[in-house]
T-cell receptor
Framework: TQLLEQSPQFLSIQEGENLTVYCNSS?????LQWYRQEPGEGPVLLVT?????EVKKLKRLTFQFGDARKDSSLHITAAQPGDTGLYLC?????????FGQGTELSVKP | NAGVTQTPKFQVLKTGQSMTLQCAQD?????MSWYRQDPGMGLRLIHY???????DQGEVPNGYNVSRSTTEDFPLRLLSAAPSQTSVYFC?????????????FGPGTRLTVL
């Protein structure tokens, strides 16, 4: 069983649509991170959320950390083809960075 | 800075062969780790190191060995390759153990075991 569960696993949308990706756990995390990975490359950090209830914005991407620090969400407004990629949430557990299974996003023009 | 580098980019092995995946970083990071990525399973931690001379197991260590003789290098050895080890392997490094530290990843090695 995954410590961090992401949903949905696959998402195919049209350019201009909005979407939300969820990252859930039954455990409390001191912080959660979101990474984006493009084909043939390693993941790259987008954001770290550290305070329960925290909201961070990165252009059209909005990240939220749940009040109880057990979950996080990524919302993309007006998705563009350049947003296509694998989105991964991750959290530290005993000093080790553990990942969810990822959400594969495809944005069609 | 080159960041995290990995070699080779692609590798094909036969069952039972051994090989070493190379990883190096030039950011003077103490913490380095190896992950494997399989479809629908995210990244799973194989082994990690908190400094030169110190290594420990992650979630899926069986069939892999590591050593850390220098801060810069963290090679991953496959002792006797099996088809189940067909995967994409990523090396990563970060400065410390704080929960907000950024982890930097290499470009990956795509390994196929026949």
């Amino acid at each position: 069983t995954q410590l961090l569960e992401q949903s949905p696993q696959f998402l195919s949308i049209q350019e201009g649509e909005n979407l939300t990706v969820y990252c859930n756990s039954s455990s409390v995390f001191s912080s959660l991170q979101w990474y984006r990975q493009e084909p043939g490359e390693g993941p790259v950090l987008l954001v770290t959320v550290v305070t329960g209830g925290e909201v961070k914005k990165l252009k059209r991407l909005t990240f939220q950390f749940g009040d109880a620090r057990k979950d996080s969400s990524l919302h993309i407004t007006a998705a563009q083809p350049g947003d296509t990629g694998l989105y991964l949430c991750a959290g530290y557990r005993g000093g080790k960075l553990i990942f969810g299974q990822g959400t594969e996003l495809s944005v069609k023009p | 800075n080159a960041g995290v580098t990995q070699t080779p980019k692609f590798q094909v092995l036969k069952t039972g062969q051994s090989m070493t995946l190379q990883c190096a970083q030039d950011m003077n990071h103490e913490y380095m780790s190896w992950y494997r990525q399989d479809p629908g399973m995210g990244l799973r931690l194989i082994h990690y190191s908190v400094g030169a001379g110190i290594t420990d197991q992650g979630e899926v260590p069986n069939g892999y060995n590591v050593s850390r003789s220098t801060t810069e290098d963290f090679p991953l050895r496959l002792l006797s390759a099996a088809p189940s080890q067909t995967s994409v392997y990523f090396c990563a490094s970060r400065f410390g153990l704080a929960g907000s530290d950024t982890q930097y990843f290499g470009p990956g090695t795509r390994l196929t075991v026949l």
